[in-house]
């Protein structure tokens, strides 16, 4: 996973202008998907990564909505899973 999350990213940085934000909702992976997704939104202001403790009783609505609530922009494109 954490080298497809790094495929992503990237091509998402090359592919958008930079007033795009990017907001990554992490469902609970086991990976090292937390440490990549750390270092970016370090280095990259327009990333913002939101990490769940996993929830057998979490919708997938649900945690699309968090996606929703966290970003700042008026027009949001769900989903990149």
Known sequence: ???SIT?????LLKNTSNNV???IVDDGSK???FIICREYERKYERIKYIKLK???SRLLGQTRNL???ASSSDI??????
Do not use: A, F, Q, Y
């Not at 495929?7 to 091509?11: D, F, G, I, T, Y």
């Not at 949001?76 to 899973?81: A, E, G, P, S, T």
């Open 1 to 3: 996973m954490g080298d």
């Open 54 to 56: 996993r929830s057998s």
């Open 7 to 11: 495929k992503c990213l990237e091509s």
């Open 76 to 81: 949001v494109l769900l989903h990149i899973d």
């Open 21 to 23: 934000e990017i907001v």
């Open 31 to 33: 990976d090292n998907t």
């Open 67 to 69: 996606s929703v609530s």
